[in-house]
């Protein structure tokens, strides 16, 4: 390529301007460091691709959990460690359920293993809501004692009256409903219904849909108030048999009172079967 930079000083020079030096042409035509000379010279390079800066002097890598990473002791490992300790302390016929009334903060265990020990419990025995203090124990070490507010219940089949249900009935399975329940929410302990309770009746009425509880029932009475028995009286090798009328009424095995027809006189009998009562002399 010819080279024309004598020919634009000349020009340069006829036109009056000042005259350039031709090392200044040669500055002005250099090429722009960096840009390339050919047909994509005006191309622009390009754009540099951002980096992430790095986070106090070097690149920040976030590591995968390591696999011994320390155990935390949770809310639901807690219960199920409380609800293994309580049946130690206390007779539970049933299943048992422990929540807590506030929420529990997990805290870290020097080992994986963990127990609890219920070592302060309600003078009153297992309720609904109850006052515990709780010992944890990981690795061999006692890590806290810790003073919990927790609810408790106990869920077994019981015996329950279908219908209203009068005093003196006396109770056979066919009659009753066997349905499962939160015992701790019954005032007195209903009856399991594992129980055969076709030897007692009803001491007082049920209503409906209650459970039925122990100061519900007494034995059923062989012999009812007012009843006529024979009354046998053994004596010397004697045997008598009379006439009585029952002042009471009373299972078997029970002494009530009876009355001669005869004499009128009071005296105690013990109770053989519905209808025969032994003297006692």
Do not use: H, Y
Request: aromatic content about 6%; charged content about 20%; some cysteine.
């Amino acid at each position: 390529m010819r080279d024309i930079r004598p020919l634009i000083v000349a020009f340069l020079s006829v036109l009056g301007t000042a005259a350039t030096t031709c090392a200044d042409f040669n500055a002005l035509l250099s090429p722009v460091p960096g840009a390339t000379v050919g047909r994509n010279s005006l191309s622009s390079p390009p754009a540099p691709v951002a980096k992430p800066s790095p986070v106090g002097g070097q690149l920040l890598k976030l590591q995968p959990p390591a696999a011994d990473a320390q155990a935390l002791l949770t809310e639901n490992e807690l219960l199920t460690a409380i609800q293994a300790d309580l049946p130690k302390r206390f007779v539970i016929e049933g299943e048992l359920r422990i929540t807590l009334t506030r929420p529990w903060t997990g805290i870290p265990l020097p080992a994986p293993e963990f127990f609890a020990e219920c070592v302060q419990l309600p003078p009153g025995g297992l309720a609904s809501v109850m006052q515990l203090t709780v010992r944890g124990v990981s690795g061999g070490k006692i890590i806290g004692e810790w003073p919990l507010q927790v609810r408790a219940e106990v869920w077994r089949e019981v015996w329950l009256a279908p219908q209203r249900m009068d005093r003196g009935q006396m109770l056979q399975p066919s009659l009753l409903t066997a349905r499962t329940v939160d015992i701790l929410k019954e005032f007195n302990p209903p009856i399991a219904a594992d129980q055969d309770l076709s030897g007692f009746e009803l001491a007082q009425a049920v209503q409906a849909g209650k459970p039925i509880s122990r100061r519900d029932l007494v034995e059923r009475s062989l012999v009812r108030k007012g009843q006529f028995v024979d009354a046998v009286a053994n004596e010397g090798g004697l045997n008598i048999r009379m006439r009585a009328q029952a002042m009471e009424a009373g299972p078997a095995g029970a002494v009530i009172r009876v009355r001669n027809l005869d004499s009128q006189k009071v005296f105690f009998a013990q109770v053989i079967n519905e209808n025969q009562v032994q003297v006692r002399f």
